[in-house]
């Protein structure tokens, strides 16, 4: 299925950023699916309606040249409950995986990226109960058993700080502050053993197959040399990624971690017989988001961190400026190429598995013009991010391929139509959905002969 080079050349989605088809085809209600957005931004509804358009997009990737295409299942098409299968969502995910493989397109799912069944969060809360672990099985079991026999790659669960922390995505909105910091380490903890017993199926389920976590991967800088702000950058490292990945490999947390949660009453609780889960099953892959690098310092007392993701509100770090960096209205940590190379040696180093970029691009606000997108700004983020990739495998590093954030336009996970990532151009805006039309971009055009003469 790969190229004669041996490297997948990709391009990514995710479900509820794609697909629309609200209400059809069975499908059941998400959290995504009535999360309050702002008056003027997209919801999910439609997006870019994929649920329509799929067998197009398929056929504009193959005309791209794409030997893979990064996607993700919405459990609440497969389940609408999270708990009864829905034959016609099975269907709708068998005739992507069938087209892409007409095309010799390697379908590469995730299992869970962002969404969650909202009749979970009604019953018990979702992630914050041990139950969720069970039906999360059960949802594991069901996608091995309906696509394992041609599906080879998978990802786990798609950003879980990410995915613990957005209450709009996990549904957890009623928390107070310090028990909503709690709830959401011990969600984190579920998702993690969730992790585990999909992987332990997957083992007999799909013996022939690969599969991994997909990380948000954080390149973190000291703001200076002072030794307090290198220590607050080691911290956040642990904060920010090492307590997921150290988990997903190794079933432990970082020591510094979990002696700060103690100190804070967050330590999640745990039960005896997990210690075994969690230790026993190892992905065979990660895959790495990246974007941009992170540039932190220490944190002073005068600081405000309530309006701060919840990973960075603790009394350890805060997020600097990196003032070598160029930075755009949507990229506004910094464009940083060399940042990948830098990220992805130390989680190599660290977890010793292949990787694969499963995201990177540039967001922009695009205008159509003249029924063209010269978005020249996006392919020089790209073919200086793809250098360091060359980079990366030609010292030796296994990298099994690449896949570009994202194959088309997408509603952005926060902040709708406006922002834009696609190598194809949807014609639709915030809040007129238009056609929906298909226009690759110039980037298309540029990544189609990248792939054609790669020579890695
Ligand atoms: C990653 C996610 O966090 O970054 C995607 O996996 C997301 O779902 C992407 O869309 C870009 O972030 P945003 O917020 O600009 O959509």
């Not at 019953?123 to 594991?140: L, M, T, V």
Request: with cysteine; net charge neutral.
């Amino acid at each position: 299925m790969k190229n004669k080079k041996e490297f997948y050349w990709g391009a990514s989605t995710s479900a509820f950023q794609v697909e629309g088809g609200f209400g059809q085809g069975g499908k059941g209600i998400a959290t995504t699916d009535v999360r309050i957005v702002p008056e003027g931004i997209a919801d999910n509804r439609v997006a870019s309606d994929h649920f329509t358009h799929w067998k197009e997009d398929i056929k504009l990737m193959a005309d791209l040249g794409l030997n893979l295409y990064r996607f993700s299942f919405n459990w609440t098409r497969i389940m609408g409950d999270g708990k009864t299968i829905n034959q016609s969502g099975i269907d709708f995910y068998n005739n992507i995986i069938n087209e892409c493989l007409k095309y010799e397109i390697t379908p590469f799912p995730t299992l869970y990226h962002f969404e969650m069944p909202q009749h979970l969060v009604d019953i018990y809360g979702g992630w914050k109960s041990r139950k969720c672990i069970d039906d999360f099985e059960n949802y594991a079991r069901v996608c091995f058993e309906a696509f394992g026999d041609r599906v080879k790659m998978w990802g786990t669960i798609n950003e879980q700080m990410i995915a613990v922390a957005a209450k709009d995505l996990n549904g957890n909105h009623n928390a107070s502050d310090n028990q909503g910091m709690k709830d959401m380490y011990q969600m984190s903890y579920h998702m993690s053993l969730a992790e585990k017993k999909a992987i332990k199926l997957f083992r007999t389920l799909v013996p022939d197959g690969r599969i991994g976590p997909v990380c948000s991967m954080q390149v973190v800088y000291a703001e200076t040399s002072s030794s307090d702000d290198v220590q607050a950058a080691k911290d956040a490292q642990d904060f920010l990624q090492n307590c997921f990945l150290d988990m997903s490999v190794y079933g432990r947390y970082p020591k510094a971690y979990t002696h700060y949660l103690e100190k804070k009453g967050w330590l999640p609780d745990t039960e005896v017989v997990d210690k075994d889960l969690l230790t026993k099953y190892s992905p065979d892959l990660i895959g790495v988001n990246y974007y941009c690098s992170t540039c932190i310092r220490a944190r002073k007392t005068t600081d405000n961190v309530s309006n701060l993701p919840p990973f960075y509100r603790n009394e350890l770090f805060m997020l600097g400026n990196n003032q070598y960096l160029e930075k755009t209205k949507w990229m506004e940590f910094g464009i940083d190429p060399k940042g990948l190379y830098t990220g992805m040696r130390e989680v190599y180093e660290r977890y010793h598995l292949p990787m694969i970029v499963t995201e990177n691009g540039l967001a922009y606000s695009d205008v159509l013009e003249d029924k063209q997108i010269n978005d020249d700004y996006r392919i020089d983020y790209l073919k200086k991010h793809i250098e360091q990739c060359e980079k990366f495998v030609k010292t030796g590093y296994p990298l099994l391929g690449y896949s570009t954030w994202s194959f088309l336009d997408l509603v952005s996970s926060h902040q709708g139509f406006g922002k834009r990532y696609g190598l194809v151009y949807v014609n639709r805006t915030d809040t007129d959905i238009k056609d929906c039309a298909r226009i690759p971009k110039k980037s298309y055009y540029w990544y189609q002969e990248k792939i054609k003469n790669s020579n890695i």
